[in-house]
């Protein structure tokens, strides 16, 4: 690997200060105007487009674990590394591409790709972002990284964590994890804080807590976390042989993961290495959807949060997501859209890509549910090339599961259970313990 002096700085996004500072500057947000930083580059790519595409190919045949990451592969992509030696790195990305023939039935696609990054070692998307924020947390000399979480980010930066040797605090909303994402964060050793309050509460003092101590902060608004989740838009191109789709369906919750994209988007289409942008549509559940709320405003200016979110896909139970404004960029750069849906919608959804024998948990399902939608109201085309990345693994929340299964999944509203009905539900079946009776029960 190659260890040429990175280019990287950092840049204000606001384009009234665009102030900038050096890569290794400890920051969150710009000193000036308290607006979000982006990893700005001046790209030197060693070789060509094609050359550069045949050699991030090559480098999933190698057996260096670095090489091979489905982050560092691209690593000419996202230049900030001078020290390779400092990479953390658990053989993250590389996740496949699915084609799901009832899905894409179910939505009235002619043909639908889901990108399942809930393939990933700790489960889900969260790993492409956590080795390069790890990474940073390690250039810096911190030895304590932080972050406010829903569970999947905690389960990710505790796993990275400990590859490196960092204390990992995390700060949860007390009863709001999915178990499978909570068992992670205990066992990789973090400490968990469970907050009485919500996402947002915990976002907020872990923020202000980074400020006053030397914890480094791995929440999503810390820009180097975004730069390894460019690579998952980088490898879905790639196995799209560079040929972008029409539509790539993202479900937006703090925002991060829709920022990433617009990035690599941004930066792929100018450095040639797609030739069309594809548009994005970023979906949210309705009960927890403040970005969709501007979108659907007149003039995409005033961000409105919301103090109750509430949804059974705890992933993206955020009212006050940290990084709108880049995931506004996003929507703009790439004539993107932004939907909401419904409890019924997200929980059919989710049982529709398991019969594809995919499977995904809540908050990831919430894209199927938004492409029905906007296929239904024509603004996706039956014949577009889409593709929906589903970003955590089924096995992150099977209480939810199994509620939908069995007929008992329900959200509180203000304190009265509101059932989902399991439209789709495939129920156990009980039997005493008699070969006779099986047989009858199965008609075999
Ligand atoms: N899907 C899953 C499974 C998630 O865990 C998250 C976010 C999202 C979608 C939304 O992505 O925030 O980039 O818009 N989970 C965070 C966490 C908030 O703490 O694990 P986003």
Redesign the pocket.
């Known amino acids: 690997m190659s260890d040429t002096h990175s280019t990287a700085r950092l840049r204000c996004i606001e384009a009234h200060c665009a102030a900038t500072y050096k890569a290794t500057e400890r920051l969150y947000t710009c000193k000036h105007c308290g607006g979000l930083l982006d990893v700005a580059y001046d790209f030197r790519l060693p070789a060509g487009v094609a050359e550069m595409r045949a050699r991030f190919r090559e480098r999933r045949m190698a057996n260096d674990a670095v090489e091979r990451s489905g982050v560092w592969r691209f690593r000419e992509l996202l230049p900030f590394v001078d020290d390779p030696a400092q990479i953390v790195t658990l053989a993250e990305g590389n996740t496949p591409l699915y084609t799901a023939p009832r899905s894409a039935q179910y939505a009235g696609l002619q043909s639908l790709r889901l990108k399942h990054q ?1 393939m990933n070692p700790t489960g ?3 790993d492409n972002g956590m080795t390069t924020g790890v990474t940073q947390a390690v250039r810096l000399g911190a030895t304590a990284v932080a ?10 930066m505790a796993a990275y964590a400990a590859r490196a040797g960092l204390r990992a605090l995390v700060f949860i909303p007390a009863g709001q994890v999915a178990y499978g ?1 909570l068992s992670q964060a205990l066992e990789y050793k973090a400490t968990v804080v469970e907050i009485e309050g919500n ?1 947002d509460d915990a976002m907020r003092i872990v923020r202000e807590i980074a400020e006053e101590t030397d914890i480094y902060l791995l ?2 608004i810390n820009p180097f976390r975004l730069e390894g ?1 460019k690579a998952i838009a980088i490898e879905l191109f790639e196995q799209c042989d560079w040929q972008a789709p029409d539509w790539i369906i ?11 994209f617009g990035k690599a988007i941004d930066e792929l289409a100018t450095l040639g290495f797609i030739e069309r942008l594809p548009r994005l549509a ?1 979906i949210q559940a309705a009960g927890a959807s403040p970005f969709y709320e501007l979108f659907a405003s007149s003039d995409h200016a005033t961000f409105r949060p919301q103090t109750q979110p509430a949804t059974l ?1 705890t ?2 139970r ?1 009212g006050n ?1 940290v ?1 709108w404004k880049k ?1 506004l960029r996003a929507i703009e750069r790439t004539r993107g859209v932004v939907e909401r849906v419904s409890e019924q919608e997200i929980a059919d959804a989710k049982a529709m890509i398991g019969s594809d024998g995919i499977g ?5 399902a ?1 894209t199927l549910a938004g492409i029905k939608k906007l296929v239904a109201a024509g603004v996706i085309k039956t014949t577009d090339d889409v593709t929906a990345v589903l ?2 693994n089924l096995l ?1 929340d099977p209480s939810y599961t199994v509620a939908y299964h069995t007929g008992k999944l329900a959200i509180d509203r203000e304190g009265e259970p509101q059932a989902i009905t399991g439209s789709f539900a495939n129920r156990p079946l009980r039997v005493a313990a008699d070969k006779q009776q099986i047989k009858r029960l199965l008609n075999t």
């Open positions: 809930g889900s998307f969260k972050c406010a979480s829903t569970g999947n980010t905690s389960a990710s994402k996402f929440n999503s989740q993202l479900p937006g919750g703090n925002l991060g993961n829709s920022s990433a970023i896909a992933a993206i955020i997501p990084s995931a995904c948990e809540p908050a990831s919430a970003t955590g992150k």
